[in-house]
């Protein structure tokens, strides 16, 4: 069963992260980078503060930080700024939805089945490191 105070935390620490992501992806759409490229790019950029307080206020995770844990979280970032790339093309190109509102509701999908799960139980696991 999820934790409701480290899912509300996570959800908060994935805001600042997305909004510092979508600072960016407003950034380099505004300079004529293509939307999914911008999009895989920002959701990147956003990864490193999601990380930090997803580690330390979300899961409160007091292990030593570790390449092995960094590398999980690349993997969960890598895989999310794909599928946010894929959805924000979708949600542009096919809906013909305004970048930034795209972007909110691909952020809030893409959390929900894919970023929060993962790292819950591959980046941030209670007790033992997580091989």
């Not at 407003?26 to 997803?54: D, K, Q, S």
């Not at 946010?84 to 795209?102: D, F, N, W």
Request: net charge positive; with cysteine; hydrophobic share 65%.
């Amino acid at each position: 069963m999820n934790n409701p105070r480290q899912l509300l935390a996570a959800a908060v620490a994935g805001a600042l992260g997305t909004g510092l992501d979508l600072g960016v992806l407003v950034w380099l759409v505004g300079h004529h980078a293509p939307v999914p490229l911008a999009a895989f790019i920002a959701t990147l950029a956003g990864a490193a503060t999601n990380f930090t307080l997803n580690k330390y206020v979300a899961f409160h995770n007091r292990s030593r930080l570790t390449l092995a844990q960094v590398l999980r979280f690349d993997v969960v970032a890598v895989v999310a700024a794909l599928l946010m790339a894929a959805a924000m093309k979708l949600a542009t190109a096919t809906l013909g939805l305004p970048v930034v509102v795209a972007k909110l509701a691909c952020a809030a999908m893409v959390f929900a089945v894919w970023t929060y799960p993962a790292q819950r139980r591959l980046v941030f696991v209670r007790g033992a490191e997580a091989v």
